[in-house]
């Protein structure tokens, strides 16, 4: 044993037995290890989870947490789980919320946008004209239903395609070896055409 180490055990020890309460630690588990994100491929996926970061001075983003039910792709087996991440600022926003809002459709089993906007308002995709676009009743819910503490679309199961999208560059401009990923999501059809 070191000197250093000799120093540090007594004085922890003289400290715990000073004055012995709970530290804020206490309970804290340690945190699994995070998969890497999905790699290019056909997947149908259980969602795990669905929540919104909002960590003060970083940009906010929309999260899904999934498990891979059936994979085409070696790197991701079944049983992988792993995190979905959209960014949802200003910036990013336009791009990331129509494609939060494709998730949203097909994880609630809905084959197009109008036939989700029709459930969401409480009418039929026949009254849907009535109202001007994205003005029916509860436009706009399926973001809050897949906010931080809901759960609607957990343990929803949902066809998701991986594909490559553009290099990921570091400081400088300089490639890191890594790329975005395009996902593109459907609605989960049993069978043959889902593997």
Not at 39 to 46: A, K, M
Not at 57 to 72: H, Q, R
Not at 73 to 102: D, E, L, M, W
Not at 153 to 174: H, K, P
Request: contains cysteine.
């Amino acid at each position: 044993m070191s000197a250093a180490f000799s120093r540090f055990q007594a004085k922890r020890t003289a400290a715990v037995q000073a004055a012995p309460r709970v530290s804020r630690f206490a309970g804290i588990r340690s945190a699994e290890p995070k998969n890497p994100y999905l790699q290019p491929g056909s997947y149908v996926l259980r969602v795990l989870s669905t929540a919104e970061s909002a960590v003060p001075g970083k940009n906010p983003w929309f999260n899904i947490g999934v498990e891979v039910l059936a994979s085409d792709c070696a790197a991701c087996p079944v049983g992988y789980k792993t995190t979905i991440g959209y960014c949802t600022s200003n910036k990013a926003g336009p791009t990331s919320f129509p494609r939060i809002k494709a998730f949203a459709v097909a994880s609630a089993g809905f084959g197009s946008d109008e036939e989700y906007d029709a459930a969401e308002g409480g009418i039929t995709v026949e009254e849907l004209p009535k109202y001007p676009p994205g003005q029916h009743p509860n436009a706009g819910m399926w973001i809050e239903n897949a906010s931080a503490g809901a759960d609607v679309f957990n343990d929803t199961i949902v066809q998701c395609y991986v594909s490559r999208g553009n290099d990921l560059e570091g400081e400088g401009g300089a490639p890191t070896g890594d790329f975005f990923r395009e996902y593109s999501w459907a609605v989960y059809q049993e069978g043959p055409a889902a593997q």
